[in-house]
């Protein structure tokens, strides 16, 4: 079972290359975020003409997320429960699996803006909320995952500069440290679990050239739970669809499930 997550920058500029994604990787989830749709405009038939469904919480111009499965989505809950927000920033949804039912998030988590900004002050109000649901969550669902855009870099390894960074958002100690908190509930970073290549990035500035320099950082995240982390057997950065034409600014992050390894005792 592969769950993927794609923060594609504009479904509606960027579906022809998620298709296409989708039929050379027939993955079981795809965690898609920015879909910067209005509900009533997402292309549901697209997907199924490839054999996919889909659930998603759209919002114009800015925004939205989907789970993209092969097999109906069950369970559905859009954005955290008692926490004020009209932005679309979560999915969440149960699928199928082998060992039984698997809850898959779908996570865009806010950017913060700057340091100072009220943007920054949501974003660690919303990462708190995050933490207190997926605590009740794993309760409910001891198998989950949760896959986006966590616009958090965790440790300097995954910044392809750290001394240029310093004081900026998405790699400030409050930040990684609300990031660290989604782990201490007993969630796994499930890229960090295999040994990866230095320099593994996931996102990528339009401009200077910032992708052929690799000069990027890891925000986009697969996190799995302690029931899940076991049958865990890859976690892999996916480039490719970077150096496409009008790419997303961010690449795909592939996590394979085999369910014939030794179950946990």
Known sequence: MKL???NVNSLKVRLPQVLEWLEQNRVQALCLQ???????KF?????????????????KTYNGVAVIA???????????????????????TTLASPIGDIRVIS?????????????YEYKLRWFQALRDWLREELARFPRLAILGDYNVAPADEDVHDP???????????PE????????????????????QPEKSFTWWDYRRFAFRRNAGLRIDHVLLSEALLPYCSGCVVDKAPRANEQPSDHTPVIATLDF?????N
């Open 4 to 6: 993927a997550t794609w």
């Open 34 to 40: 920015e879909l910067k749709l209005a509900d009533d």
């Open 43 to 59: 292309p549901l038939d697209a997907f199924r003409e490839i054999g996919y469904q889909a659930q998603w919480a759209g919002q």
């Open 70 to 92: 092969p097999q109906e989505c069950l369970e559905v809950q859009r954005n955290i429960p008692g926490f004020d927000d009209h932005q679309q920033r979560i999915i969440a």
């Open 107 to 119: 996570a865009y988590c806010p950017n913060g803006q700057a340091l100072a900004s009220e943007k």
């Open 163 to 173: 001394a240029k960074w310093v004081g900026d958002v998405l790699v400030s100690e």
């Open 176 to 195: 990684r440290a609300a990031f660290s908190a989604l782990l201490e509930l007993g969630l796994t970073d499930a890229f960090r679990q295999f040994e």
């Open 260 to 264: 014939e390894r030794k179950a946990p």
